[in-house]
C-alpha cells in the first residue's frame, strides 16, 4: 500500500510539473509559400511573397474574412475579424530574411450590443472590417444576421471587449443570405463621412453616418463571371489624391479550376463608384485561396497591400500574400 501511495504521489508531482498547452499564451508563425508571379497583370505591383499563418495554443484562428494593417515603428500590426465572429490581432515584423518572426497572437469575441458573445453562426459571421481614421472606431459587418456594428475607441486599446452598438441603417435591401455585406470601407467627407459596403451578390451602398441613411451607388460590374466582390478599403485616408482611391478585391470559385481572385483599383465621385485598373490577378503559380480581405500601408515608394484568405482547405490555416506597388 505504502509504494502504490509514493507511486501515485510521484504521478501527481508529475502530471503538475507538465506544461499545460491551453495556459500558453497563443502564437503564430508564417511558413513561407511557394509561388510567383511572373505574368504581373499591373507592371506596377509586384508580388512580394506568402505565407501560411499556423497558429499555437489556439484553435481560432480559423475563417479571417478581412483586416486591417497599421504601421508601429519597424512592426506592422495586424487586426482581422472571422467568419465565427471573433477578433485576432498579431504582428508583422521582419526577421531579416524575407519573412516575417514569430508573432504573439490575441482573439477575443466580437460583443454585441448586449455585451455578451453571439451564440450562433448567422449572428456570428462577420465579414468587413474597416476604422474611422480620426476617432480609431471600429465598424464590422455581417452577412448571416444583417447588420452592421460600431465598437467605439474611446481611448479602449481593445474596443471590441467592450459592447458594440448597432447602427439603425435605413435603405438597405435584404440580401439574399450568405451573399450580403461582405465588403465595407470608411469614407471621409465634407459633407458628412460615410461606410461604403460593398455586397458579395451585387451592388453597392453607402450609408452616412450622421442619418444612418443608405442609398444605393452607381458601381462597376464585377470582373467577370463567377466573381464575387469580397472587401474594399481605401488606399490612404491622408493623402487627399488617394482618400476616395478604393482597392477592391473579388473572388472567383469553380470546382474544377479552384479559386481565383481579382485586386481592382476603383474610385468614388459622389454617388459613382468606377474601375480605374486591374492591379493584380491571383492565379497559379502564385498561392491561391479564398482571399476575402485586403489592406494597404504607405511605404517610401508607394504602398505595400495585403490579402487574407479565410482558408478553403479542411485545416482551415489562412494564408498572407504581399505585394508593393510602386507609384
Known sequence: MRVILVCLALLATSVRAEPQPYLQKPTVSFRVLEGSDPKPVNPKVRYVGGYELQAKGTSELVGLSDLHVVPAGDTLKVEAVSDFGAMAQFE???????????????????????????????????????????????????????????????????????????????????????????????????????????????????????????????????????????SLAVVDYADARRDHDILGLYRYYDPITGPRNMLRL?????????????????????????????????????YRIFLISDSLKDDGKPKLL????TL
Open 266 to 302: 476603383l474610385h468614388l465621385e459622389g454617388n459613382t463608384l468606377a474601375v480605374v485598373s486591374d492591379m493584380a490577378k491571383i492565379t497559379p503559380p502564385l498561392p491561391v485561396d479564398n482571399f476575402e480581405g485586403v489592406s494597404a500601408v504607405k511605404t517610401a515608394t508607394g
Open 92 to 230: 508583422l515584423k521582419p526577421d531579416g530574411k524575407g519573412g516575417y518572426l514569430d508573432s504573439p497572437l490575441e482573439i477575443d469575441p466580437l460583443l454585441g450590443s448586449d455585451g455578451k458573445r453571439f451564440d450562433y453562426k448567422d449572428l456570428a459571421d462577420s465579414e468587413g472590417m474597416t476604422v474611422d481614421p480620426l476617432t480609431s472606431d471600429r465598424y464590422v459587418s455581417f452577412e448571416g444576421y444583417q447588420r452592421v456594428l460600431r465598437f467605439t475607441a474611446a481611448g479602449k486599446r481593445n474596443p471590441w471587449k467592450a459592447a458594440s452598438e448597432t447602427l439603425p441603417l435605413a435603405g438597405l435591401p435584404n440580401f439574399p443570405p450568405n451573399q450580403g455585406m461582405e465588403a465595407v470601407t470608411y469614407i471621409q467627407e465634407a459633407r458628412g463621412d460615410t461606410l461604403l459596403i460593398g455586397v458579395e451578390s451585387g451592388g453597392f451602398w453607402r450609408c452616412g453616418l450622421a442619418l444612418n441613411k443608405c442609398i444605393e451607388v452607381h458601381g462597376p460590374a464585377t470582373p467577370g463571371f463567377l466573381y464575387m466582390m469580397t
Open 322 to 325: 504581399v505585394f508593393d506597388w
